[in-house]
């Protein structure tokens, strides 16, 4: 049973040229305690679906149709028909976002215990030695120092301490998903290394799922158990991690993965995407991937083509090419795409 | 070609903040010759910017010297030094900052091409067409009269690259020239930087936290990893990452998360002792990674300072015990 539901979502927005079709027809489900990532360029339409799923998408979006069903067992309800207050309760106790550690996260002129007691009583946690034993757990739980961190104001943190903080700050009310807007960019690599550690031991202890956005495919080679590949709003493929990294059929994943050079194993045939992704006010007809698609025929051309099944039940690709990529790929399924193409 | 092109012969720059004197860099010595690609790594305040702005001349060593051919930079006057400016260039990190949003693309190349009297007029137009083509920017002329903000992150960079090009430079520094722009087209424009050593003999610097990205740039050239203001190894690019000599290195590749689930769920972890970098206002004595190597030996890393020293294979690394043991690191933490 899925947690939470996304039906044909689309979301505008409205600029003076005319509406920008940021995401399209998106539909997915994210089942209960999975990690779900989405990758795609800049522009690709994945911030901005994270952040509609809350509902906290600036004043020039808007849905122009779909659905977003939450279910946890107990309660059901559509996101996007929720009034302001039960909306608000969802943000933070259903659904919690965790945002790059940037200080903007924070408010600067309060302390981490005030920022905490603050999100507390927004959701109606009224006893404040409550909210205090529940903040010191939670620090204690991402390995902070309870007693110097609730003390200290946000710019007096590191940033990879911070992260820890807004990791602990998305689990005060235990929400059952927990949505990551590139939670490790801008981390040292130590650092980084010791959130994904972090995510992976709140994930199984605490069984909550996982949507992250990243552009960093190391960080979703990590942790996802599934993928969404998104190009020009659409999702164009969906598939577990190891059919993405490895057996990969839309061509705009082949070319993701083989955009990455590794640190560890050969270095193959690494490139990048030629071209730029297309204008989202002016769709190019048939496939928008088609301009910068080395496996194009004339039949792209035609429609922009629905997700296919592909080898699996699980796995699908939104592309009449896709035996093409599969051929191209070759049949040893557990190398890496650069290597295969090398 | 003999000797080397560009030299930084022990320098080190210190800092005076209100909470004290850090030192960012401290006596790195590094040796350029002609073509050669080199890329520096390490994680943020490692000193690897201030090292890029010391190779560029933009910034004074407080102490050791920067040599240009041979002779000290610092003591260059007039038109020995206005070469020097020529002959060195740096391409930014941030593609949205570093260009002046109110010049079109012909207006930010064609200054430097009249100031350095390498074009003007009908020749300036056919110069900025031929970089604009170097640079892959095509076709060309619908680029020179573009601003700016009509043009992607990637683009931009593109430009930086072009307007670095305009005075004929025989050193790059590129520094973070990758890490703003969208990780599919990343790849094209370090192979443009490649082939601006292999085509046009240009000595390529890049500074980068990223290791993956210095061991594709880095492929032909060579690596050197700062950690806290100092170089704690200097390898050949393919045995750095395939058996890193240092602790340090060791740890940090250990860490790094790859885009491939089976080799990053796989890897095996070096334990490091504390997970805070130290700070540079306070730093350890001896070697100041020894409070957090795993391989440290109390009375020797925590009093000595190692030197860089060299190990078979061609590769220099300051660690007392890979030295003595004349072993890299990963092989004595059996991380190989």
Avoid at chain 1, 195 to 214: C, H, N, P, Q, W
Avoid at chain 1, 221 to 242: N, P, Q
Avoid at chain 1, 248 to 276: D, E, F, N
Wanted: with cysteine; aromatic share 6%; charged share 25%.
């Amino acid at each position: 049973m899925p947690v939470l539901s996304v039906r044909d979502l689309s979301i505008d927005y409205r600029t003076r040229r005319g509406p920008v079709h940021a995401v399209r027809d998106v539909t997915f489900d994210l089942e209960q305690g999975e990690t779900l990532a989405v990758i795609g360029e800049s522009g690709s339409g994945k911030t901005t679906l994270a952040v509609g799923l809350i509902r906290l998408s600036p004043r020039s979006a808007r849905v122009t149709k779909g659905e977003i069903r939450y279910d946890d067992g107990k309660r059901a309800f559509d996101v996007l028909s929720l009034d302001p207050e039960r909306l608000r309760r969802f943000r933070w106790a259903d659904c919690a976002m965790v945002f790059q550690a940037a200080l903007s996260a924070f408010n600067p002129v309060i302390t981490i215990w005030e920022q905490f007691l603050d999100t507390g009583r927004a959701h109606g946690m009224g006893d404040k030695h409550k909210v205090h034993d529940r903040t010191r757990e939670l620090l204690d739980l991402v390995h902070l120092d309870p007693t110097r961190v609730l003390r200290a104001y946000p710019h007096e943190l590191s940033g990879g301490m911070r992260q820890r903080v807004l990791i602990a700050m998305a689990l005060l009310l235990d929400p059952r998903i927990i949505i990551l807007d590139e939670p490790t960019t801008a981390l040292d690599i130590l650092t980084q290394r010791a959130i994904i550690d972090l995510l992976r031991e709140l994930r199984g202890k605490l069984g909550f799922a996982t949507i992250f956005i990243s552009h960093d495919l190391s960080i979703a080679a990590e942790l996802a158990d599934r993928m969404l590949t998104m190009y020009a709003g659409r999702i164009v493929e969906r598939a577990t991690v190891d059919d993405l990294f490895y057996r990969p059929r839309h061509p705009y994943s082949v070319g993701l993965m083989r955009a990455v050079p590794r640190v560890s194993g050969a270095l193959g045939s690494v490139a990048s995407i030629p071209g730029s992704p297309p204008d989202l006010i002016r769709l190019p007809r048939g496939c928008s991937y088609y301009p910068r698609c080395p496996f194009h025929v004339d039949e792209c051309l035609q429609q922009d083509p629905p997700l296919l099944k592909v080898d699996t039940p699980e796995h699908e690709a939104a592309c009449i090419r896709w035996e093409a990529v599969a051929a191209a790929l070759g049949s040893d399924a557990e190398a890496p795409v650069a290597e295969k193409l090398a | 070609m003999s000797g080397p092109l560009i030299e930084l012969d022990s320098v080190s720059r210190t800092y005076t903040t209100p909470a004290g004197t850090i030192k960012a860099v401290d006596d790195v010595s590094l040796s350029l010759g002609e073509s050669e690609t080199i890329c520096i790594v390490g994680e943020s305040g490692c000193g690897k910017t201030t090292t890029g702005r010391m190779l560029a001349g933009l910034l004074r060593p407080s102490s050791g010297r920067l040599l240009f051919e041979g002779a000290d930079v610092w003591e260059k006057k007039g038109k020995d030094l206005a070469r020097f400016r020529r002959a060195v260039q740096l391409v930014h990190q941030d593609p949205y900052a570093s260009l002046n949003p109110t010049r079109t693309i012909a207006q930010t190349l064609a200054p430097p091409l009249a100031k350095h009297k390498k074009a003007h007029g009908r020749a300036a137009r056919a110069a900025m067409i031929s970089l604009l083509e170097r640079v892959g920017l095509t076709p060309p002329a619908d680029f020179l009269l573009k601003y700016p903000h009509q043009l992607s992150g990637g683009q931009r960079q593109r430009v930086s690259i072009a307007r670095a090009l305009t005075v004929d430079p025989r050193v790059i520094v590129a520094d973070e020239a990758v890490s703003m722009v969208d990780v599919s087209i990343r790849i094209s424009l370090l192979d443009l930087l490649h082939n601006l050593a292999t085509e046009f003999h240009v000595t390529t610097v890049l500074i980068t936290h990223d290791l993956a990205v210095a061991r594709y740039f880095g492929r032909k050239g060579r690596v050197a990893v700062m950690y806290l203001g100092r170089v704690v190894e200097l390898a050949d690019t393919e045995s750095l990452v395939s058996d890193p000599a240092h602790p340090y290195s060791t740890a940090l590749i250990a860490a790094i998360p790859e885009a491939d689930p089976t080799i990053t769920r796989t890897k095996k972890r070096v334990p490091l002792k504390g997970a805070e970098v130290p700070s540079l206002l306070n730093l350890p004595p001896g070697c100041v990674f020894h409070p957090r190597c795993p391989l440290s030996e109390p009375g020797l890393c925590d009093v000595v300072v190692p030197i860089l020293g060299n190990l078979p294979g061609g590769r220099s690394v300051a660690c007392h015990v890979a030295l003595r043991e004349r072993q890299p690191a990963a092989e004595l933490l059996g991380v190989r």
